[in-house]
Every structure is written in C-alpha cells, then in structure tokens.
C-alpha cells in the first residue's frame, strides 16, 4: 500500500495524474465548497487565539482548503502569520502553490512547506482525509490463529493475497481486538503512530482531523467482517488493489478509538469527537450560507446543494467525524459545543 500510493514517481500521490475534483478520482470536502473551509477558520481562530498564530496543514491535496481557510481568516482579521504544508508530493506542491498565488496572492509568502514534521508546533494542525490513506497492516483472524495478509506474485506473475502468522506489533495488535475467526480487516499501525508523535511536538494548539471512519465497537462489527479497504478510481469505488496499482486510491477507514488511545499515551488531550454535520453546524455552517448576498441566484443554490451534501446523513454528514486532541487549551472547542460523542470511543 506505502509503494502503491508514495513510491517516487511511481505511487498515486507521487505521480502526475489528476486526483482530486470532477477530473479526478474522488472530491474532497473542500473541493466540494468554500463553505467547509469558512467553518473550519471559526475553529482555526479559537485554538490560534489560546495557542500560536499559526496552521499546519497536512497533506493539502490540491490546495482547496488551505486557500479557503486563508480567505476566511483573513476576511475575519485573523489571518496566521504562518501557514505551513507538509506534503509528500512535489508534483502536488507545485500545484498548491500555484493556486494559493492565484486565490490569495496577498497571503502567499505566508506558505511555507515542510519535508517532515517540526520538532515542536504551537497553533492549529488539520488533516483532511489524510489518515485514511496511511498505510494499514491487512489482518486475518482464521480458526487456526491470526496471518497478516500481504501481497505476492502468483504463477502467472501476477499480484496475489498470501497470508503468514502474524508478529510482533501486528499480533499484540490484534489480539486486543473484538474479532471472531473467520474475519479480514485492517489495523492502522502509522496512523496510531503518527498522532502519537504530536505527543513530543505540540507544545499548545490543537490537532483537527476529519476522517471517515467508526469507533472500534463499529469498525470490528461482525457484520464487517471483510474490512474497509477500498480503491478509487475516477469516482468509481472497487475492492481491488491490484487493479492499476499507482493510477489507483487505496484507503481504509479509520479506527478513531485507537487514535484516541495512542493520543492519550502521548499525554494529549482528546478535545472533541463527534460527526462532521454537528462540527461544521456547530462551527455556524448556517450563518455562512446565510451571509451570502444573493439568496436567488445560480451561486446560492449550488452552495445550498453542497451543504446539504456536507452535513446530510446520508451524504457526507455522518460517515465524516471530526476528532481533535490538544495541549493547554483552556476552552471547550467550539466545534464540538453540541453532539460531541467522545463517550462512544
């Protein structure tokens, strides 16, 4: 999964293809509308004000959102004196920064981009569908013990699934889990551990994530017991990874309870969880579609639409959570002031 999405010039992410909006593989939310943006600069101002001016964006896929949210602070006063973007991709830097200089050229010098995490950070980290695509170990839990499921070549020299005993990480892993045999599903071993590392580097500020995804009791239901690896390719969803490896989106949905786990071990707080309709209405969604200044036009229709799409249950609304850990914060986040389900993990 690592190689067939981050390889060098090779992987998804690395290689030149389009994959975000109408042209590409899938839309994000922010692709979708500025109106995801403008909530999240509500939240984005709070956690700035109790902590740094300052926003880290982790993988910024087309730049969508770090454009909006500037856009937002800005009108609001409230611009960060720095706006940071890890990203992986140089093909994909190249085009956020191009669309930062064309959406708000007075705010571009503000961007910088990073190759790896800081050493510290004080401010705002989001991460916007970014857990779901790190790399999952595939677990298969049999009558005759648990196998870690990887990937081999068949005699036709194509890829095939081969099992082997499970080890180390990926066994402890596992045998804290709530499945019974026979089961396959997928345990996130870099996404545990990438949130544990904002444990040494956050020193106040917040860490936002908006993901799809269920807390453990969901996630390793029994009726899901095929897992949630699934593959995106110009807005079709399909199970195979095998199926252009590289031209491909391969992701799972995330375990927000082993998150919430290893955040707390790191000595983080957990700030909020709960469903993206509660945080972006929570975050005054409503307000903005309502400041817009023509209630009859094309324009005020299509936001209105892509509303709806955001925060329908049925949409993007619930599937979608928001999870957030901190350090020194001294407010309740405002995003999660109603419906926050922090007790569900």
């Known amino acids: 999964m690592e190689l067939a999405l981050y390889a060098p010039g090779l992987g998804y992410y690395s290689g030149g293809a389009q994959k975000f909006g109408s042209g590409g593989d899938f839309i994000t939310a922010p692709e979708l509308s500025p109106l995801f943006g403008a909530c999240i600069a509500r939240q984005a101002q709070q956690i700035m004000q109790a902590s740094a001016p300052a926003i880290l964006e982790v993988g910024a896929g087309s730049g969508a959102l770090a454009c909006d949210l500037l856009a937002a602070l800005a009108a609001a006063g409230q611009a960060p004196e720095q706006y940071a973007i890890l990203e992986l991709s140089g093909e994909l830097r190249a085009r956020q920064a191009a669309r930062i200089a064309r959406a708000v050229p007075e705010l571009a010098e503000r961007v910088v981009w990073l190759d790896r995490l800081p050493d510290a950070w004080r ?3 989001v991460g916007n569908e970014l857990l779901d695509a790190m790399p999952v170990q595939l677990v298969h839990w049999t009558a005759d013990g648990i196998c870690e499921r990887g990937v081999t070549t068949a005699a036709d020299g194509r890829f095939a699934w081969a099992d082997r005993p499970a080890q180390g990480a990926v066994a402890a892993a596992a045998q804290a889990l709530p499945a019974e045999p026979p089961y396959l599903s997928e345990i996130a071993l870099a996404a545990r551990a990438w949130v544990a590392a904002w ?6 500020g917040a860490l936002l994530l908006i993901d799809y995804g269920f807390p453990r009791h969901e996630y390793y239901h029994p009726q899901r017991h095929q897992g949630t690896l699934m593959c995106h390719y110009r807005h079709r969803a399909h ?11 391969i992701t799972a949905h995330v375990d927000f309870t082993a998150l919430a786990e290893a955040a ?5 707080t957990l700030a909020g969880y709960t469903s993206q309709a509660a945080f972006l209405l929570n975050c005054g ?3 903005v579609l309502a400041q817009a200044p023509d209630h009859s036009g094309s324009e005020w229709t299509r936001s209105a639409a892509a509303a709806n799409k955001l925060i329908s249950p049925s949409e993007m609304g619930e599937l979608f959570k928001v999870i957030a850990f901190s350090r020194g914060m001294p407010d309740e986040l405002c995003g999660f002031a109603r419906g926050d389900r922090r007790h569900a993990l």
Request: hydrophobic fraction near 35%; charge should be negative; aromatic fraction near 4%.
């Open 123 to 125: 401010g705002l980290i």
């Open 199 to 204: 444990g040494e580097r956050l020193q106040s």
């Open 239 to 249: 199970t195979d990874p095998f199926h252009l490896p590289g031209l491909t989106d």
């Open 264 to 268: 707390h071990a790191a000595g983080l």
């Open 285 to 287: 969604l409503t307000d």
